[in-house]
């Protein structure tokens, strides 16, 4: 299995007004607010693009509502059977996000909610620079 990384993390908000204003004076981080029908979502961004991880930040549905990270796979089914097998539990089934991709959004064994991400269309691979002299 290919080692998975976090690409994306969410914090739920009571107050987004207020509790953006925190993130911006301690981390700098800019918010921007994202079009999704029926979510008030601002997108965060904690640093130089390319560089960092991206996050976003929503209005608390459920007080209950903890922040999660996203977790990066190739296939989003076997991923969510193989989250399951090792004891993980759903608390969000694979989910559409249109032409984004699919997300699951689980509990560790403890109750921590992480969540699973399949890319539409896997990132841009770097480009190799030659080593050889160009012969034209």
């Known amino acids: 299995m290919a080692i998975q990384t976090i690409v994306h993390f969410e914090i739920p908000a009571s107050d987004v007004e207020k509790l953006s204003e925190f993130y911006r004076r301690v981390f700098g981080w800019k918010f921007e607010k994202a079009e999704m029908p029926g979510l008030e979502y601002w997108l965060i961004s904690t640093g130089p693009q390319g560089k960092s991880v ?34 993980g539990s759903e608390i969000v089934g694979k989910m559409e996000v249109p032409g984004m991709g699919w997300s699951f959004i689980g509990a560790d064994p403890e109750g921590n909610p992480i969540a699973l991400w ?5 990132a841009p691979r770097p480009r190799r620079s030659s080593s050889r002299p160009s012969t034209h």
Do not use: Q
């Open 118 to 122: 399949e890319p539409s269309m896997p």
């Open 54 to 87: 991206g996050g976003g930040m929503y209005r608390k549905m459920d007080p209950e509502e903890r922040p999660r990270n996203f977790v990066a796979v190739e296939k989003i089914d076997p991923a969510i059977e193989a989250f399951k097998a090792a004891g």
